[in-house]
C-alpha cells in the first residue's frame, strides 16, 4: 500500500514538473517545447480537470505556430471528453480564435457564443464580449458590435476591455490604434498648456475673461459609447456631457470656476472610475 501511494506521488510530482516546464517554455514563446511538456505530461495518470488543462495548453502552443489544424484538434478533445470541467468554455474560445485568424467570422462568432456559460461569463465575460464585438464588425454588423460594447462599460465598468474601448484604443483587428492613442495624448499636453497660459495672462489682467476647468474623463472616436459613459456618469451625480473634437469626443465633468475645485472632483472620478481623467480648460 505504501509503494502504491509513493508511486501515485511520484506521479504527480512528474506532471506537475512537466506542465511547469511547459508553461515556462510557452511564456518563453518556444511553443514546440511547450508541446512536447503537456503532452509528456497526457501520459501520466490524470484527472479529467488536468487533461483539459494540457490539451487547452497544447491548442493555445500549436495556435500561436499556426498549426490550425492541430490546434483545433487539441480543443476538440476537450469538447468531446471533459465537457464537465471548467475548461470547456476556454476550448470554445479557442476553436473560435483559430477561425477568427481563418477569417472565418461566422464560425468564430458561433464558437465564442458557446463559451458564454452563466460561470464563466461572470469572470470573463469582458473578454468574451469584445471577441464578439469584434467578430460582429468584421462581419459589418456595427449595431451588434457597438450593443456588445455598451454592455462592457455597463455590466464590466473597471475592465481592461472597457478601458480599451472608451479610449478609442481597440480596431476591429484587436490591435492597439496607435495614432488614436498618440492623438490623445497631445491633446492633453495641448489642454495643460492651454491651462497654464490662460491661468498666466488671468492673472496679468483684470479685463481679461476668467477661465473655467472641466474634467476630461475620457475620450473617443465612436460618439454612442461617449453619450453612453456619460449616462453613467450623470447616474453617478456628476454633471457630465460629450464635447465633439476634430477627431472624436470627449465626456466632460463640470463647469468649475477654479482649477483646484476641478481637481478635486478629477481625483474622486480617478478613485471611483479607475481612469486617468485630468483637468482641462474651457
Do not use: H
Not at 491633446?187 to 472641466?214: I, L, R
Amino acid at each position: 500500500m505504501a509503494g502504491a501511494i509513493a508511486l501515485a506521488l511520484l506521479a504527480q510530482t512528474a506532471f506537475a514538473g512537466e506542465m511547469d516546464k511547459g508553461e515556462t517554455f510557452y511564456l518563453k514563446k518556444q511553443y514546440g517545447k511547450a508541446v512536447e511538456c503537456y503532452r509528456k505530461a497526457l501520459e501520466s495518470k490524470l484527472n479529467d480537470n488536468n487533461r483539459a488543462i494540457c490539451w487547452y495548453m497544447v491548442g493555445r502552443s500549436y495556435t500561436q505556430l499556426n498549426r490550425y489544424d492541430d490546434a483545433k484538434i487539441s480543443f476538440m478533445n476537450i469538447v468531446n471528453l471533459y465537457q464537465n470541467t471548467d475548461w470547456l468554455p476556454e476550448a470554445y474560445i479557442g476553436l473560435g480564435d483559430i477561425e477568427y485568424k481563418r477569417k472565418q467570422y461566422s464560425e468564430a462568432l458561433k464558437q465564442y457564443r458557446l463559451s458564454q456559460t452563466d460561470a464563466f461569463m461572470k469572470r470573463s465575460g469582458s473578454r468574451v464580449l469584445l471577441k464578439i464585438a469584434k467578430t460582429q464588425r468584421n462581419l459589418g454588423n456595427t449595431k451588434e458590435a457597438s450593443e456588445c460594447e455598451k454592455k462592457i462599460l455597463k455590466d464590466y465598468p473597471r475592465s481592461l476591455e472597457a478601458r480599451l474601448i472608451l479610449k478609442g484604443s481597440v480596431s476591429s483587428s484587436g490591435k492597439a490604434v496607435k495614432a488614436e492613442t498618440a492623438g490623445s495624448t497631445k491633446s492633453a499636453v495641448s489642454e495643460k498648456s492651454k491651462t497654464s497660459s490662460q491661468t498666466s495672462s488671468a492673472k496679468s489682467s483684470s479685463t481679461s475673461p476668467k477661465t473655467k476647468f472641466a474634467v476630461q474623463v475620457s475620450y473617443t472616436p465612436k460618439q454612442d459609447l461617449a453619450n453612453n459613459y456619460a449616462a453613467q456618469l450623470k447616474k453617478k451625480g456628476y454633471n457630465a456631457y460629450v464635447k465633439k473634437g476634430s477627431k472624436g469626443y470627449s465626456v466632460l465633468v463640470g463647469d468649475f470656476a477654479t482649477k483646484s475645485e476641478a481637481q478635486s472632483v478629477c481625483t474622486k472620478i480617478r478613485k471611483s472610475e479607475k481612469n486617468d481623467s485630468y483637468v482641462i480648460s474651457l
